[in-house]
């Protein structure tokens, strides 16, 4: 599979082998788009996020660093486009998504020297209420923003 999607970099894929694409998608280096984000702002549901606390961009996907990080390099990946649950995302979104994930992944996997990696979803409201729950947040307290760019300028030499 990795092999196909490097093959295809720059080409066209038609639509036939999209199954829920409605048109042709052309595959396309996620780096070319990532010094893009020097001013840009992005919104993760109902809250504004600097451009300082992001460190990867495309053009449906960014990851930024994490306001209350369990570990080193637990950060979020996030489509620009706000849906309400995962499966609104087009097939094209849903592909940038992954593949971003994947590249943030492996950059800070190895920038740790971690031994693995995890990747979850965030559903919707119903999983933010069962955190709450739990209190998987009290015990983490809010970082600065320049705690958080300061994080975030290191991540993003990783990808220059």
């Not at 396309?28 to 840009?40: F, H």
């Not at 190895?110 to 965030?122: C, M, N, V, W």
Request: hydrophobic share 35%.
């Amino acid at each position: 599979m990795q092999t196909v999607l490097v093959s295809c970099i720059g080409k066209k894929i038609p639509r036939w082998f999209l199954p829920h694409s409605s048109k042709s998608l052309r595959i396309r280096p996620i780096w070319s788009s990532s010094i893009k984000m020097a001013a840009e702002d992005y919104t993760f549901g109902p809250y504004k996020i600097h451009h300082t606390e992001v460190f990867y961009s495309t053009h449906l996907s960014y990851a930024m660093v994490n306001l209350r990080p369990l570990l080193p390099g637990h950060v979020l990946v996030c489509p620009k486009r706000e849906v309400k649950r995962f499966v609104d995302l087009t097939a094209d979104e849903t592909s940038d998504l992954w593949l971003t994930a994947q590249k943030v992944g492996k950059q800070l996997e190895s920038y740790h020297k971690a031994s693995s990696l995890t990747l979850a979803i965030q559903m919707d409201e119903k999983e933010k209420e069962l955190k709450q729950k739990l209190d998987l947040d009290k015990e983490r307290k809010d970082r600065t923003l320049e705690e958080m760019s300061q994080e975030a300028d290191e991540y993003r030499k990783l990808f220059v």
